[in-house]
């Protein structure tokens, strides 16, 4: 058996052209353009070109992108209060704060300054518990991304057996609750679970996010399951002194071989991620003006 291949970067240009029509309707029928302000403190490398991904995708779409970067040395209460002003301002729906920050900010604190309704990424506590009850709120984006891709591949997920492999609250904890959300028996998985590949073996679907390079062998994996790769990690520089090359928490070559479809890395689950943000954003716009919400872009 070969895999078929979960094509992640076609699947994130299909949401980007439901959003931009969806955007194209808000502005021409209700005067309304959904407006995204991130915010990126201090200079990370990977989190500067994140965010400038971001904004260009934000525009690309037809939406208004807000971008405030500070200083690694901003106090934090100054980030609090750009967030309060975010909080209040009309023109903007979602907010972002880029993780991580600078170790003087407390996350926490940060993230659950956002007002719930503006909380695109999904991290507030009040929406944590919302999700977690079953009730509608703001989805972390990496995990509905996974999800869209997998209703798309399976259709009805109702019965099928499900493990996540990772018990972090940005993927593995929230990926659990959309999976029992639509009817999966869901098993979470970790470094402390005793027969680890026996677990997964008898999975229907795998959502490997632990953050291990290629730690998922082919033999632990069901014939026919469906894989989703979150994991990104890049290996060791080769001996030309290049790039490692990026590799998921699953071993590809051996997973593809037994998997009835896999999500790549890269190319897999990593473009859903901001595509899911620019659908958040609309959600939040559409919840804020008392609008229907846009089909298929939520949870």
């Not at 209060?81 to 993780?99: E, F």
């Not at 990926?175 to 027969?195: E, F, K, N, P, W």
Request: aromatic share 2%; with cysteine; net charge negative.
């Amino acid at each position: 058996m070969t895999a078929s291949v979960i094509d992640g970067k076609a699947f994130a240009a299909k949401v980007r052209e439901k959003v931009a029509a969806h955007v194209a309707h808000l502005t021409a029928e209700h005067g309304i353009t959904p407006g995204l302000a991130v915010v990126l403190v201090g200079e990370d490398p990977a989190s500067q070109v994140y965010v400038r991904s971001k904004g260009k995708q934000t525009l690309e779409v037809g939406m208004e992108s807000f971008e405030h970067r500070l200083a690694a040395d901003t106090p934090e209460a100054d980030l609090l209060a750009l967030i309060d002003r975010l909080n209040v301002d009309p023109a903007v729906h979602g907010i972002l704060v880029q993780l991580p920050l600078p170790d003087h900010m407390n996350a926490d604190l940060v993230i659950n300054a956002i007002d719930p309704a503006k909380d695109v990424d999904g991290f507030h506590i009040s929406n944590v518990g919302l999700l977690g009850t079953g009730q509608k709120s703001m989805v972390p984006c990496t995990p509905l991304g996974s999800l869209m891709m997998l209703r798309d591949q399976l259709g009805d997920l109702s019965g099928l057996n499900a493990v996540v492999l990772g018990r972090s609250n940005i993927v593995g904890k929230p990926m659990a609750q959309l999976l029992l959300g639509d009817s999966c028996t869901v098993t979470i998985a970790h470094s402390r679970t005793r027969d680890l590949p026996g677990v997964v073996r008898a999975a229907d679907i795998v959502v490997a996010a632990v953050g291990r390079p290629e730690m998922v062998p082919g033999d632990w994996i069901k014939p026919g399951a469906t894989v989703i790769d979150v994991g990104i990690n890049r290996l060791p520089p080769d001996e030309e002194g290049g790039k490692g090359r990026l590799v998921g928490d699953c071993h590809y070559a051996s997973c593809a071989e037994v998997a009835g479809a896999i999500t790549p890395v890269p190319g897999g689950v990593g473009p859903m991620t901001i595509a899911c943000l620019l659908a958040n954003t609309v959600t939040a716009c559409c919840r804020a003006a008392g609008l229907a919400e846009p089909e298929g872009l939520t949870a």
